[in-house]
Nanobody, 116 residues
């Protein structure tokens, strides 16, 4: 079965950095677009970054452009989200996502808290 397992979240000061990882299994990882979403308390889940199946194309929501980088290692079935210059507004639970045959799969999420 499809599994997505996020890791790498934590508490960081403003201006700090974190790298999130999502280990995927149960499907042909290299064939699918992968996404990172986040959900802050009291807000809707929002799409943060997307990467194409081969990794050659990426896109970001405006608020993270220039600060976040999505990447993937298809040999390791893992997608990453490198986050720098973190701001309190980045505080959220971050989720890895894959849409496979029109079904959305989600990981359990990893908490990122940016606070002084």
């Amino acid at each position: 079965q499809v599994q997505l397992v996020e890791s790498g979240g934590g508490l960081v000061h403003p201006g700090g950095s974190l790298r999130l990882s999502c280990a995927a299994s149960g499907f042909t990882f290299s064939s699918y677009v992968m996404n990172w979403y986040r959900q802050a308390p009291g807000k809707e889940r929002e799409l943060v970054a997307t990467i194409s199946s081969a990794g050659g194309s990426t896109s970001y929501t405006d608020s993270v452009k220039g600060r976040f980088t999505i990447s993937r290692d298809n040999a390791k079935n893992t997608v990453y989200l490198q986050m720098i210059s973190l701001e309190p507004g980045d505080t959220a639970v971050y989720y890895c996502n894959a849409e496979i045959w029109r079904i959305n799969y989600w990981g359990q999420g990893t908490q990122v808290t940016v606070s002084s």
